[in-house]
């Protein structure tokens, strides 16, 4: 970690302020991280770190998460993108689906814990570890490197960022994600955190919950929800988290659309066939982009005039196919 620190430190360079790009509609783990590579900047270089992103920050959780770190993120503009500022990606990558950076924009940093792009190889420097469960135990060992301890609030958009990308070190989680969750708990904000986690949400969002549960079919180990118009993106992953504790099931598809975009969330208990990422890969095909892991993944297909209902249902056909469940069997979760 010291020889990855001095290698850092000298990518920045001379460079006096930093854009900090996570994901569009950054998650918890983005925010997090991007939190952390902007406060070790800060703190032992003296650069000044912008976090900018593109899309929304949707979650009633994520919402109050952005409250309590008295919100460290503004929206990406155009002038952004076009100034001289460097630039480091944070929980994604160059030439990813959900990465804003346009193409031949060349970052000096990035950070991101799925697998290897070869965009990415441009980057002065670079940190890509597809073993770790969340991209805040990346960064979590940058400041431990760096002797740098975390304030609560700090600790806790940490903690829970590996909490949510782990599901609390259940999914995808290694021993470095162990090691730094354990250190955080033990530093987070309480109120803070307990606030976050038990966010209140809008009527509308359990109204948008029954609509899924009744959109639910079942073939077989997979259940299949198309759940229409969405508040915000990350909604069809929401309800797959939801969904995928349900007995006996493997497979768990939910899309949605956002504005003229139909959003593709999976998520497996299974490994077959290389999980997540490669069933959405393979049905997604060219028309969209489509990343994630072995027991995650997301996608994004602009619409471009398509009916969504079709194209949602095309995809699920393919996706039943590749998963050779008994499309022939399909039974609703609730009846009525």
Partial sequence: MQKRLKQLYEAIGKAKTILILPHNDPDPDAIASALALRHLLATKLGVEGQIVYRGIVGRAENKVLVRHLEHPLRRLTAADLNSALPIAVVDTQPGAGNCALPPGRIPIL????????????????????????????????????????????????????????????????????????????????????????????????????????????????????????????????????????????????????????????VRTKSRRRGGAANLLQEIMGEAGTAGGHTTMAGGQLPLEGQHPELVAEQLVQRALEYLQAPAEEMIKLLSN
């Fill in 110 to 265: 990035v950070f991101d814990h799925h697998p290897w792009r070869e965009e990415t190889t441009a980057a002065a420097f670079a940190d890509v570890r597809p073993d770790a469960g969340a991209t805040a135990t990346i960064l979590t060992e940058y400041l431990r490197a760096a002797g740098i301890e975390p304030v609560p609030l700090l600790a806790t958009a940490l903690y829970y960022g590996i909490k949510t990308d782990t599901l609390g070190l259940g999914r995808g989680a290694g021993p470095a994600d162990v090691t730094a969750y354990f250190y955080l708990q033990s530093r987070i904000h309480v109120d803070a955190l307990t606030e976050i986690e038990h966010a209140q949400v809008p009527i509308g969002y359990y109204r948008r919950l029954d609509a899924a549960l009744h959109a639910a079919r079942i073939y077989g180990n997979v259940v299949v929800s198309y759940i229409g118009p969405m508040t915000h993106p990350d909604l069809a992953a929401e309800i797959a988290d939801f969904m995928l504790r349900l007995r006996a099931i493997q497979w768990v598809i939910c899309l949605g659309t956002y504005k003229d975009t139909l959003i593709v969330a």
